[in-house]
Structure formats: C-alpha cells, structure tokens
C-alpha cells in the first residue's frame, strides 16, 4: 500500500495486466527522465515512486530535503524499473551527465553509468543542453550540480 492512495484504483484493462504482471525487481531498463517529464511530474508528490522517502534531494529552494517531505521536483529524474532511483544534471561545462543515485545495488550502479552516457551523448548531439527550463539560473544549476557530485565523491563516480 502506498501511504495517501485509496484502496481502490481504477485502471484501463491492459494497463491492469501490466500492473499485475509488475514484479518490481529492479531489474528493468534505466532511463534518465527529463524535468517534469510527465511519469514524475504527473505523481505529486514523489515519494509515491520510490521506497526510499529519505533519499535526498533539492527542495524548491535549492535546499538539502528529504525526498518525502518534497511536493514536487526540481530534479531531472532517474528511474529503474518504474521506480525512481536517483536525479541528475548535465554539466555543459565537462559536456557530461552527472547522476546522484540512492539505490545502492552495485548491479545498477554500471547501467546507471551506461544510461548517463548514452543521454550524454543524445544531449551534445541533438540537443547542446539539457536545463530543467529556459530560465534556469546558472547558479540553480550550480547548486544541482554540486548536489549530485556531493555523492561522486564518497561513492564513486556513477
């Protein structure tokens, strides 16, 4: 049971058959989702898409906050298998991405690696640049930057 969903939920008969079939093993493909791209963005707030309510994040204010505590996010997202495992940023600068995960399973860790650098290489190539919005401050990105290698360090790079 998810904490602040009803006991009952309606569902179209095939998104039920995937919803049943659902394991949640962890073990689906990564992907690196963009801000307010609607799979996150549409589920306020975000706790309902991770186990980890603690995990740390950025709150509105570009201020340390735990996941749970957080309406929205101003993070691009990470996500395993339907859950959210992690946020990153892209760096212009190094032309990389730059990933903080809390899932600590080393066997995500390498395909985290591997989907930061394919969305790495789709964000040089197709795009220039990946910020969360026209208006996005140099400085608010900074901080999201600093936020995610915060991690790198103790880690290792992911």
């Known amino acids: 049971m998810i904490a602040g969903w009803a006991d009952e939920a309606w569902l179209l008969p095939d998104d039920a058959r995937g919803w049943r079939a659902f394991d949640g093993a962890g073990d689906g493909p990564v992907a690196l989702l963009p801000y307010r ?3 996150v963005s549409a589920r306020r707030g975000p706790r309902i898409l991770t186990e980890r309510v603690d995990a740390p994040v950025l709150d509105r204010g570009k201020k340390p906050s735990r996941l749970g505590d957080v309406n929205g ?3 691009h997202v990470i996500v395993c298998g339907g859950e959210m ?3 990153w940023e892209y760096d212009p600068k190094a032309r ?3 990933t903080r995960a809390w899932n600590t399973d080393r066997k995500l860790r390498p395909r985290i690696a591997e989907a930061a650098d394919a969305t790495g290489r789709f964000i040089r ?3 220039g640049d990946a910020k969360l919005s026209a208006v996005d401050p140099p400085a608010a990105r900074a901080r999201r ?3 995610c290698r915060a991690t790198d360090r103790r880690r ?3």
Do not use: I, K, N, S
Request: hydrophobic share 55%; proline share 5%.
């Open 125 to 127: 190539g197709e795009l």
């Open 156 to 158: 290792g790079r992911l």
């Open 145 to 147: 930057l600093a936020f």
């Open 96 to 98: 990389a991405v730059v």
């Open 37 to 39: 791209d609607p799979f």
């Open 73 to 75: 996010l101003h993070h």
């Open 85 to 87: 495992v992690g946020v």
